[in-house]
């Protein structure tokens, strides 16, 4: 009996440590100014049932402005007392409290939330992640730590392509002008 104990012990152990290595982060990506455009905030590595769990996201606020938060309410199926797409401050750069729950077996590899961005400003913004403390990542009743790790969103002053385009067209105008006079 005392074998089973510290084996079951050994075993919670290693169990533990496996799904330590849950993490939840978003994509990066680069986009132009005034493009609207969104991020996929993704959970990976979680090998128990997920019940559920709560963030938090900053932003860059001179360089981003969020429009939106989605929730897909066929995975997160908890009701309304347990999803929330969080408060959503453009003038701080941030967004507190999303939260995800459900009764279905949800692990592996899912999507928390869509976050739908326009870009405001050239520039680099990093998109930080903490979990909310309302609201913990849970395993089958027991908490669990994932690793938040950070996605950025490159966005490039001037549409390089568009510009030239338009640069372009001018110069022709103006010469198609000139030649009629």
């Known amino acids: 009996m005392k074998n089973m104990k510290i084996i079951m012990f050994i075993f919670a152990l290693f169990l533990n440590g496996y799904v330590s290595a849950a993490t939840i982060t978003a994509t990066s990506s680069t986009v132009n100014v005034n493009d609207v455009f969104s991020i996929d905030i993704i959970g990976t590595g979680f090998i128990g049932n997920v019940d559920g769990g709560g963030l938090n996201v900053s932003f860059d606020q001179n ?68 979990e909310f403390a309302i609201n913990p990542w849970a395993s089958s009743g027991s908490l669990i730590n994932p690793e938040f790790t950070s996605a950025s969103v490159n966005v490039s002053a001037v549409p390089v392509p568009a510009a030239l385009w338009l640069f372009v067209s001018g110069v022709i105008g103006v010469f198609g002008f000139l030649r009629r006079r």
Do not use: K, P, R
Not at 102 to 111: C, E, M, Q, S
């Open 63 to 130: 360089v981003l402005n969020v429009l939106s938060v989605s929730i897909d309410e066929l995975v997160w199926n908890f009701g309304s007392t347990g999803i929330d797409t969080g408060v959503i401050n453009n003038s701080t750069g941030s967004i507190d409290g999303i939260m995800v729950n459900t009764f279905a077996n949800v692990t592996g590899d899912f999507v928390v939330a869509t976050i739908e961005f326009q870009s405001i400003n050239g520039g680099d913004s990093l998109l930080l992640f903490s």
